[in-house]
């Protein structure tokens, strides 16, 4: 595989158009800040991140990737979306931020040249936006050490999903550019814990995201009809 055969340009490009307000915590990122502490402490809940060596799959601004560093861990966070990963690199220098580096390239391309690499490796919020999440969801089991943890976060495809996260989140409440989100692109949790399966990774724990609109609140929950996250661990 190429390494862009798995992307959709039309992502790529609607991502680095608004790469350099990532960092702007009342941007059209806002919500990705907002939730980051979240994943941030259920993720360092599961495999401890000091000490980690982390690889946080399509890390976009470096958000998750930069906090996962602040916790101790050895990130390297890969994109396809250059001014993303520039700007990632920018943050890392004006905060000091230190065992963090970016590089542009496919996690499948990645996963031949660097196999069972990594303590820990993370893919939130980015399953939905590749035309083919299964081979992400592989190279990332291939890039991990037996009984290294994998975390995905992704939205569901139902009814439900589609009026909260496309209707409401990008044309009622502008919470996020409209056609961030794809409803054909959304991916079922018995989807994605099956090419989990088929890719030697055991779901061990899942998690809903809910939001508020009224108090603007995230919070985690047992609820995986629209936003969730899995936790996964690689076969040894």
């Known amino acids: 595989m190429s390494d862009t055969v798995n992307a959709d340009p039309a992502e ?19 919500p990705l800040h907002q939730i980051n502490p979240l994943r941030l402490d259920w ?8 000490g980690q060596r982390v690889l946080d799959v399509g890390c976009g601004g470096g958000i998750l990737a930069d906090s996962m560093a602040r916790k101790g861990a050895d990130v390297l966070g890969i ?12 943050h890392a220098l004006e905060a000091g931020t230190q065992n963090i580096r970016y590089q542009e390239i496919s996690v499948e391309a990645l996963a031949k040249e660097q196999p069972a690499s990594f303590d820990t490796v993370t893919c939130m919020e980015m399953l939905e936006h590749v035309p083919d999440p299964a081979s992400v969801v592989r190279a990332c089991s291939e ?9 995905f976060s992704t939205i569901n495809r139902n009814a439900k999903a589609f009026m ?31 090419s989990c399966r088929s890719a030697r990774l055991d779901v061990l724990h899942t998690k809903g995201l809910e939001y508020n609109p009224l108090t603007k609140r995230y919070w985690l929950s047992a609820d995986t009809s629209v936003n969730y996250l899995f936790a996964t661990r690689r076969a040894v």
């Open 43 to 50: 993720i360092n809940g599961f495999c401890g991140l000091s």
């Open 164 to 194: 909260l996260a496309i209707v409401g989140a990008e044309y009622v409440l502008n919470m996020l550019p409209r056609g961030t989100h794809e409803y054909a692109k959304m991916i079922r949790p018995s989807e994605l814990a099956a």
């Open 79 to 90: 994109d396809l979306a250059s001014k993303a990963l520039r700007v990632a690199q920018l």
């Open 12 to 30: 790529l490009a609607k991502f680095s158009e608004l790469a350099h307000r990532w960092w702007d915590p009342d941007s059209e990122f806002r």
């Open 143 to 151: 890039l991990v050490k037996p009984g290294g943890w994998v975390f």
